[in-house]
């Protein structure tokens, strides 16, 4: 059984929470909590399993809760937001930074259209985070620099060889990708191609968050667009996200591969296809084994491949796969990525 504290300071947001995750026979709602300093009480006091997170609150908000339960008594957090501006949505990224797992919109009330799909959204990643232990070690990962022996590092290609890199990532990638993304110089001479799996309509929100962290600009793709030097690229909500050989962005609205769209798999297929040697591929921290198999296309072309490594990860499932399949010419912790990134020059 599952024990879920909800942190709302709504009472019809509570009672819609309290409908949908006691609808599942695993999961058991403990407590509820309608200020930040409720949720911090009863963390210590229930010892929840999960917890959905509001970000605004009157008091100690959101944000605030997340980095004090990290701090005290790390427990898996799923941000649960009821706000899609992109101002608003940024801000929840900050709990991100905090330690929380995963961020996913406020299920509409029940005669919504979207009510059941999203619930169940909720349900499944609640579920998920519940059965993550290593968030234990967050505030170690984040405060501690990694480092893997040297001979992990890659043999680089030159510079004038390589006119692209992919990344993906899923569970616990926000903050990861921030580490890689603003490790790199404002001049950095490729192009990046992000897949983050994230909630629908958090990835202008995402991207605003990452502008804020970043030298490099960041931006949402778009159809077609010509990739530049030095500018970071996210896939949008519900395509998937490709590249062609003249370096213009393409979508695809081709069925969800495991479950995803955008997923990881059809952007690394995609660069192995139109650039082969020529590209960079890194797997980071992910549940499942999006982007694992394809990520060894890279490699088999020709490609530098890299996997974040266990130690770094919130979750080793999709660069862990990776690792299985040999799919990775190195396997390095975020620091370390940017590290190698930056000797492109």
């Known amino acids: 059984m599952i024990k879920a504290l909800i942190v709302e300071d709504s009472l019809v947001a509570q009672e819609l929470l309290i409908h949908i995750l006691t609808s599942d026979p695993e999961i058991r709602v403990v407590g509820v909590a309608r200020s930040g300093e409720e949720a911090i009480e009863a963390v210590q006091l229930l010892k929840p399993d999960v917890i959905t997170m509001d970000i605004h609150m009157p008091g100690i908000d959101g944000f605030e809760a997340t980095r004090q339960i990290m701090s005290t008594r790390p427990t898996p ?149 010509a990739v530049l030097p030095g500018h970071i690229y996210v896939a949008p909500d519900n395509f998937h996200m490709g590249i062609d050989r003249n370096l213009r962005i393409e979508f695809s609205e081709t069925p969800p591969e495991s479950g995803l769209r955008p997923s990881v798999s059809y952007l690394f297929r995609s660069v192995a296809e139109a650039l082969g040697a020529n590209a960079v591929g890194i797997l980071l921290t992910g549940m499942g084994r999006d982007g694992a198999q394809e990520l060894k296309l890279m490699k088999d072309k020709g490609a530098v491949t890299v996997a974040q490594n266990a130690e770094s990860s919130v979750v080793f499932g999709m660069p862990g796969e990776a690792v299985r399949l040999d799919a990775a010419t190195s396997v390095l912790s975020p620091a370390e990525i940017a590290d190698m990134l930056s000797r492109y020059r």
């Not at 519940?130 to 501690?144: W, Y």
């Not at 480092?147 to 992919?166: D, E, H, W, Y």
């Open 77 to 225: 957090i799923v941000v649960v937001s009821g706000s899609m501006a992109i101002g608003e949505a940024a801000q929840v990224f900050k709990a991100m930074e905090a330690g929380a797992l995963a961020v996913l919109n406020r299920p509409p009330g029940i005669t919504h259209q979207d009510h059941k799909k999203i619930a169940r959204e909720l349900l499944q990643t609640v579920k998920l985070m519940s059965e993550i232990k290593l968030v234990k070690r967050l505030n170690h990962l984040q405060n501690k620099p990694q480092t893997s022996p040297i001979s992990f590092l890659p043999a680089m290609k030159p510079s004038g060889a390589v006119q692209l890199v992919a990344i993906g990532a899923s569970t616990g990638g926000p903050m990861a990708l921030q580490k890689v993304l603003s490790g790199l110089p404002k001049n950095f001479p490729l192009p990046i191609l992000v897949v983050q799996h994230i909630a629908a309509g958090f990835v202008d929100g995402f991207v605003e968050w990452l502008n804020g962290c970043c030298l490099m600009p960041v931006q949402t793709a778009v159809r077609w667009q």
